[in-house]
């Protein structure tokens, strides 16, 4: 929809133009000196209402970016034809903000572009529209303001940091997460478990066994890794510190799934639960894309039985520290890591639990790398 309105300068030739009109009873020539500001902003007015507004044409690029990654609103604007030049301005609303456009002159059916940086340091949904286009007419006495309503997102998923991996050689045992084995060691028989492939059925064990057995050699069952992820405001008094953490999960599960690993992805205050497939890495971004932080004091999230391989918790300065490592005691290999910008790096054993400690994602990672994968 397209408005046109007397801009300040406009409304007050018209009323000089009024006035002295009204003072031509008195004499002539002041009736002539009010006649041409009248009719001057008259015409210009007539002719901003009868102009067809120039053609916006938004691109966003990319729709989906990695935090602090670069991302650019592209705006070009079509001239219809005519014979005068036009000056343009914009306004777009980008995530509750307004944010200034500007335009070089638009020559008669030319076409000229204008590009603003969209934030991307935070994560989540950014929505960018309506746009407001506004353009003067001559001598700047109208305005004719156009909005267009139609919106544009992207998505601002987290990082993902160079993780070495998973626990290097580990796959999971004859009861689940019981006990660790190395993926280069004598088969081994346990009951078979859904899911598990019929070729790995060993039938003579089955026979003596009275149920179905299967060769764990034949058929090594990858270990899953289960991320964890301290979600609760409590844990994080800085919230920038929780960014730094999204990062630390995503980089996790991206390497895992990249690598072949079943994952799963739980939030402390319970508003996630994703299972990633192997090498379903796009779902292991997009999935904390979204993810905020949670108000209220509550207990953590229990990691399922069977996720119980490798589980990694990732939390902040403010956790119950005592209650992440009895946690991830419960499994085969236990992670505790912790985001902590007022902290050294600190590599530290709590029972069968490792913690990690350090200022930054890239920091936890690196000691991820250093004393977990292999």
């Known amino acids: 929809m397209t408005r046109v309105r007397l801009t300040g300068r406009g409304a007050l030739a018209l009323a000089v133009g009024a006035v002295l009109l009204a003072a031509g009873a008195l004499h002539p020539a002041l009736a002539a000196l009010g006649l041409v500001p009248t009719a001057l902003t008259c015409a210009v007015l007539l002719l901003a209402a ?18 602090l990654d670069p991302c650019t609103r592209t705006i070009e604007l079509t001239a219809p034809g005519g014979r005068l030049t036009a000056r343009f301005a914009a306004t777009e609303r980008l995530d509750g903000r307004d944010v200034p456009v500007r335009f070089p002159v638009l020559r008669p059916g030319g076409t000229t572009t204008a590009e603003y940086p969209v934030p991307t340091d935070r994560r989540g949904v950014l929505t960018l529209g309506p746009l407001v286009l506004t353009r003067r007419g001559p001598v700047g006495l109208v305005v004719s303001r156009t909005e267009l309503a139609d919106l544009d997102q992207v998505r601002v998923a987290p990082r993902v940091l160079p993780v070495r991996g998973m626990p290097g050689r580990v796959r999971r045992g004859r009861v689940g997460a ?30 003596r066994a009275g149920g ?7 058929a090594p069952t990858r270990p899953r890794l289960a991320v964890l992820l301290d979600d609760r405001a409590a844990s994080h008094p800085d919230p920038a510190g929780f960014e730094d953490a999204v ?34 890495a ?39 520290l005592a209650a992440l490592v009895l946690e991830a005691a419960r499994a085969s290999v236990g992670v505790v890591l912790v985001l902590d910008a007022a902290a050294e790096p600190e590599v530290a054993a709590r029972g069968t639990v490792l913690v990690l400690r350090a200022p930054s994602a890239e920091g936890l990672v690196d000691a991820w790398n250093a004393g977990v994968a292999r």
């Open 282 to 320: 796009d779902l292991a971004r997009t999935g904390l894309a979204d993810v905020a932080l949670a108000p209220g004091e509550r207990a953590a999230a229990t990691v399922p039985e069977r996720d119980l391989d490798v589980v990694a918790a990732v939390s902040g300065p403010g956790a119950d």
């Open 247 to 280: 990062e630390v999960a995503a980089s996790l599960l991206v390497a895992a799934v990249d690598d072949g690993h079943p994952a799963h992805l739980l939030s402390a205050g319970g508003a996630l639960d994703v299972e990633l497939a192997a090498h379903d």
């Open 178 to 207: 019981d006990e660790l084995v190395e993926s280069d060691a004598d088969p081994v028989l346990r009951p078979h478990r859904p899911g598990d492939p019929l070729r790995g059925l060993h039938w003579a064990a089955s026979a």
């Open 50 to 67: 009868r102009q067809v507004p120039a053609r916006p044409r938004r691109t966003v690029r990319p729709s989906t970016v990695r935090r």
């Open 212 to 218: 179905l057995v299967v060769r764990e050699g034949a």
